[in-house]
């Protein structure tokens, strides 16, 4: 596939994918930095006119790949003049034959210097208009590095990550690429689970066929729907939850249920910064507020508590200083 798309596109292209996690997506997330290109992940949850002016702040689209449910939006954007009609095209139609086609022969790929640009995503605008950010493959590779440490290398984190679990993550792709947890879960060689668009009916049934043991969401929308959908789908689970501040009902919830918890952290432009731990051992319900009421910085980065206590600041080469601004 990254041959096709380099044949097709050149290099240091935009690619837009509109896409719930879906296997074609996790394989556009690889191949297209792979082929020297930078991957898109559009918020396809954002209204129509905010989709298009972050496509247009990401320097348009040189190819768009949207799944049926996006059909109309990426007619709109072809529409705007932000990706000609001739490169939007549909996921299953561009993987299952013209970019896969003749994979045999890629050469001509470009170095993969780590300064390049692999990908742009925006934030989702809930303090003001999305900002976008674009990343390097440094950036990326150090932050899923930072992330497996915080993990796995310390011995307090409740929700511990290693080879054996299967991993079942939430997050949308659009949102750090679920939270670099694709990346995170082929770096260690877990099993990784794609549910698609949530909803607690199928996330549920789709939890028990696989085996799933680690998950990573947001606390109002998804641990509590789903559990108010099936109070026994998470227990004995180990939960990577953050996004919004962790209500004391799920505190609750999750020690009854054998449900470990662990907050994570994290900004657009910072990427993850810290995560959950603990030295409770023994004690569930204290263990599990522990290690989401105060997170432990991951390697790389520095806290500062400025002023009256009412300003973070934060540091490290996680920081990837190339803003863009939404209009």
């Known amino acids: 596939m990254r041959g096709g ?85 549909s996921i299953d139609e561009a993987t299952g034959q013209d970019l896969s086609h003749g994979n045999g022969g890629e050469t001509g790929l470009p170095e993969l210097d780590e300064t390049r640009v692999a990908s742009v995503l925006f934030s989702s605008g809930t303090t003001g208009k999305p900002k976008g950010v674009r990343y390097r493959h440094r950036d990326i590779v150090l ?11 310390f011995p307090g984190p409740p929700s511990r990550l290693t080879s054996s679990d299967t991993v079942f993550s939430l997050i949308p792709f659009f949102h750090l690429w679920s939270w ?20 607690p009916r199928t996330t549920s049934e789709l939890i028990k066929r696989s085996g799933a043991t680690w998950m990573s969401m947001v606390p109002p ?39 470990e918890l662990a907050g994570i952290y994290g900004f657009t432009d910072g990427l993850a910064a810290g995560i959950g731990t603990s030295e409770i051992m023994d004690d569930l319900p204290s263990r599990n507020a522990d290690a989401v009421n105060a997170v432990t910085p991951l390697v790389f980065t520095d806290f500062q508590i400025g002023g009256d206590g009412s300003e973070l600041g934060f540091q490290g080469t ?10």
Not at 69 to 88: I, M, R
Not at 184 to 199: A, C, E, H, M
Not at 237 to 247: E, H, T
């Open 180 to 199: 670099g947890t694709l990346y995170i879960s082929t770096l260690i060689g877990s099993n990784y689970v794609l549910g698609g668009r949530f909803d």
């Open 5 to 89: 798309l380099h044949r097709l596109l050149g290099q240091d292209r935009v690619v837009s994918v509109m896409d719930w996690n879906s296997m074609q997506f996790a394989q556009l997330l690889y191949a297209v930095p792979i082929s020297g290109n930078i991957v898109h992940p559009v918020d396809v949850r954002q209204p129509t006119g905010q989709v298009l002016s972050s496509m247009r702040e990401a320097g348009g689209s040189s190819c768009l790949l949207y799944s049926p449910p996006f059909k109309g939006l990426a007619e709109a954007a072809v529409s705007a003049g932000l990706v000609k009609d001739e490169f939007c095209m």
């Open 221 to 259: 929308t998804m641990f509590s729907a789903l559990t108010s959908y099936d109070r026994d789908s998470l227990d004995g689970m180990k939960v990577l939850i953050g996004g919004s501040a962790i209500p004391s009902s799920i505190l609750r919830f999750a020690s009854e249920h054998s449900i």
């Open 318 to 327: 996680l920081v990837t200083g190339r803003l863009l601004q939404c209009a």
């Open 143 to 153: 932050t899923v590095w930072a992330m497996e440490t915080g993990l796995s290398a």
